[in-house]
């Protein structure tokens, strides 16, 4: 599901900076999360999109996977990737998840991402180009038809 996000004050200097956030929230995918994300992320060649990733109590390594990995510093550094971690969440609710992830977002175009999921190569940009075709005047859904 992508989305168009509303302007706020409080994103006013965000939306500025970002173009595009894909939104990926987990609970124990450390073993998704290993195979896709750093693709994922060498696959983005658009520094106005970012990478929110919101680890809901994990409990298999993925926060260490993440902060200690030297592959992630770059990405965490220029905010390309933000990491964010919190045990308020005891059992899996996707939209909680999702509404969560799409609090920490700054970019103007939302993305909810799969952590089993790939955005291919210049994924990010595909997405603007196609917002930016349509004025950003649309809402966009993936299926299998």
Not at 89 to 116: P, R
Request: hydrophobic share 40%; glycine share 4%.
């Amino acid at each position: 599901m992508f989305l168009l996000k509303t302007f706020s004050f409080k994103n006013l200097f965000s939306l500025i900076l970002m173009e595009l956030s894909f939104c990926i929230t987990c609970m124990n995918r450390l073993h998704q999360v290993s195979k896709t994300l750093l693709t994922n992320l060498n696959n983005n060649n658009n520094p106005n999109v970012e990478f929110i990733l919101v680890d809901f109590n994990s409990s298999d390594g993925l926060k260490e996977y993440i902060l200690e990995n030297k592959e992630f510093k770059r990405y965490l550094d220029t905010k390309q990737l933000k990491y964010y971690f919190t045990d308020k969440l005891k059992y899996w609710h996707a939209s909680i998840a999702k509404n969560t992830a799409h609090n920490f977002a700054t970019g103007k175009i939302v993305v909810n991402l799969d952590c089993d999921n790939y955005i291919g190569e210049n994924g990010g940009d595909f997405i603007i180009d196609i917002f930016k075709e349509n004025n950003y005047n649309i809402i966009l859904s993936q299926s299998k038809n």
